[in-house]
């Protein structure tokens, strides 16, 4: 069964503009959550998909967006780029399974977004 | 709200050493725990996970027991070797939640 794919793997912004990153989750998994990885933060929470709809979201301001397709796939958005933006993207899919207690999730490779 | 709270680094062990990453958190329900790793340039792979009080999770010589009493989650290792460097993450998901919380990382490098 394939991973968690991510694309592209790498980017280079200026500031001001906006990026699109996409996810591809395992397949049959049906949830996808977004953290932003950074030295001085860590990993922090994004938001998560589920079905199409945003589920949960985490403290970041409205410059970053996202959407997931019918197909489970994701995108996420991140408008107006400022330098603080650079970090690593990272997306992970779960088997969302009615009553379980399991919440493992997969991750892909990570973007690796740079702002200049 | 839930955190995690895992030992500072960097760690600096010699090969075959006995390694221990602390993790301690809070949560608010009934969490699973996770222990990840991530190698320089990848993402995060789960290296163990447990998910009711006193399991033990395990793979390739790791180990965690889940301590509700404590509310904690150690690494162990009997015998490390150059190829466990990397960075470890505790981190725990509230059930369903799509959502996992993640300790700050503790850096070990293992020196031959």
């Known amino acids: 069964k394939a991973g968690v794919t991510q694309t592209p793997r790498y980017l280079i912004k200026t500031r001001g503009q906006q990026v699109t990153l996409s996810c591809s989750p395992i397949?049959?998994?049906?949830?996808v959550s977004w953290y932003q990885q950074t030295p001085g933060q860590g990993l922090q929470f994004l938001f998560e998909?589920?079905?199409?709809?945003?589920?949960n979201k985490g403290n970041f301001p409205g410059r970053f967006s996202g959407r997931q397709f019918s197909n489970s796939r994701s995108e996420m958005n991140v408008s107006t780029l400022e330098l603080g933006d650079s970090a690593l993207y990272l997306c992970?899919?779960?088997?969302?399974?009615?009553?379980?207690?399991?919440?493992?999730?997969?991750f892909g490779p990570g973007t690796r977004l740079t702002v200049l | 709200g839930d955190s995690v709270t895992q030992m500072e680094g960097p760690v600096t062990l010699s090969e075959e050493a006995f390694l221990t990453i602390n993790c301690t958190y809070t949560?608010?329900?009934?969490?699973?725990l996770f222990w990840y790793v991530q190698y320089p340039g990848e993402g995060l792979q789960l290296l163990l996970k447990?998910?009711?009080?006193?399991d033990k999770g395990s793979n390739k010589g790791f180990e965690a027991t889940y301590r509700k009493e404590t509310t904690s989650f150690h690494l162990e290792k009997g015998s490390v070797q150059v190829s466990d460097s990397a960075v470890y993450f505790c981190?725990?998901?509230?059930?369903?939640?799509?959502?996992?919380?993640f300790g700050d990382g503790t850096t070990l490098t293992v020196k031959p």
């Open positions: 949560a608010t329900g009934y969490p699973s």
């Open positions: 992970a899919s779960s088997l969302v399974v009615a009553g379980g207690q399991d919440n493992e999730q997969f």
């Open positions: 447990a998910t009711k009080a006193d």
């Open positions: 981190a725990l998901s509230v059930f369903n939640a799509g959502k996992s919380t």
């Open positions: 998909y589920f079905s199409e709809t945003q589920r």
């Open positions: 397949s049959g998994h049906r949830s």
